[in-house]
């Protein structure tokens, strides 16, 4: 029985890591809300010819009093990033190129994806290369860039990522900032809030509220197919425990059944001697009972010990279940009762027996 019960408790806890660790993990790839600036375009078509959107004006999100905002609404707790981005178009090496500021804290929290030859820019003069663009103007490592009549220093290149992060030069936004003149500025801000029952509706009401002149979009499939994800860990190892305590069940109660058999002439002789049907279903019980202490107590040890070599097995760094005397006391309980209600209907049948027929059998 106790094999029973180290492997429910390890199951559980490893789950719950892993469950925990995939969430920490899933919560850097890629944003969940984006909030851009309203702007008004027009349409143009002539004919059957259509001459693609046209914007009235470029509009800017004021950086500083909008991330304010942000970090003191309501669900603030569950928000994990805000990465605003400030877009320019300048010419490098004579070819123009599109040139990203970004906090490079904050994005590659999000960014976690991403591979870099080199080094991530650490100084106000230091960029990062997409590797479409280190191609095209045949940038290494190390290699000086005339970026708006001032030299940058190549600290990074980007590994192919198969999208338009490929052909883009990353710099720190208040750099971009100042030589755009710009102060304060951003094009857009990307929000990462993933967590387990995250309220992204609710928390893009609540933006709403708060920044009402901006247009919020919330990613909502990505979001879906990351809980998703992590669901499906939680699910399968509840279903797993499950069959695994009914199979205990199954086992405990087989174990009583075989007690009573291979003891029918002792029961039949402690009925003669004035033992009630009442006392002989306590006397199983007990056992029953005996059975789910030990089971508990053994398998919990015994579990710390399992879950920290899987973990250990799964790369999971920085966990260690030690003792925990309130976690024990309850797998403890848990396995009494459920060892009590195995052996309740074996210990009915004990005591039924009728000492007459087991005496006759002597």
């Known amino acids: 029985m106790f094999i029973f019960s180290v492997g429910v408790v ?9 469950s925990q660790t995939l969430e920490e993990k899933l919560n850097k790839f890629g944003a969940d809300i984006i909030i851009n600036p309203k702007s008004e375009s027009l349409t143009i078509n002539y004919g059957s010819v259509n001459l693609g959107n046209i914007l009235y004006d470029i509009k800017y999100l004021e950086l500083p009093p ?66 479409e663009t280190s191609m095209n103007l045949k940038l290494k490592t190390g290699d000086e860039v005339n970026l708006h009549g001032k030299l940058f220093k190549v600290s990074g290149i980007l590994e192919k990522v198969g999208s338009e992060e490929d052909y883009l030069v990353f710099i720190d936004i208040l750099t971009l900032q100042q030589m755009t003149a710009l102060i304060n500025k951003g094009n857009f801000i990307e929000i990462s809030a993933l967590c387990s029952g995250c309220p992204i509706d609710e928390i893009v009401a609540e933006l709403e509220k708060v920044i009402p002149d901006v247009k919020i979009n919330a990613l909502q499939k990505i979001v879906k197919q990351r809980m998703s994800a992590i669901h499906f860990v939680q699910h399968l190892s509840y279903m ?12 405990i109660a087989l174990f009583i059944f075989n007690s009573v058999n291979e003891r029918k002439k002792e029961i039949g002789i402690l009925r003669s001697m004035g033992y009630s049907s009442g006392d002989i279903f306590i006397i199983f019980s007990f056992e029953g009972v005996l059975i789910g202490f030990l089971s508990g107590l053994v398998g919990y040890l015994l579990s710390l010990m399992v879950s920290n070599s899987v973990l250990k097995y799964l790369h999971v760094e920085n966990i260690n279940f030690s ?27 004990a005591s039924t027996i009728e000492p007459a027929d087991t005496i006759v059998s002597l």
Not at 10 to 18: E, I, Q
């Open 10 to 18: 390890s199951l559980y806890k490893v789950s719950k890591v892993v």
């Open 66 to 131: 909008l991330i304010d905002k942000i970090r003191n609404i309501k669900y603030k707790n569950n928000i994990s990033v805000i990465a605003p981005k400030l877009v320019v178009v300048k010419e490098i090496n004579g070819k123009k190129i599109g040139v990203v500021g970004v906090n490079f804290a904050e994005e590659l929290k999000i960014k976690n994806y991403w591979n870099i030859n080199g080094t991530v820019p650490h100084n106000k003069d230091e960029i990062l290369v997409g590797s």
């Open 240 to 251: 797993v425990s499950g069959v695994i305590l009914i199979t205990s069940c199954f086992m």
């Open 323 to 349: 003792f925990n005397l309130l976690e024990m006391l309850f797998v403890v309980i848990a396995m009494v009762l459920l060892s009590l209600i195995s052996a309740s209907y074996p210990s009915y049948k």
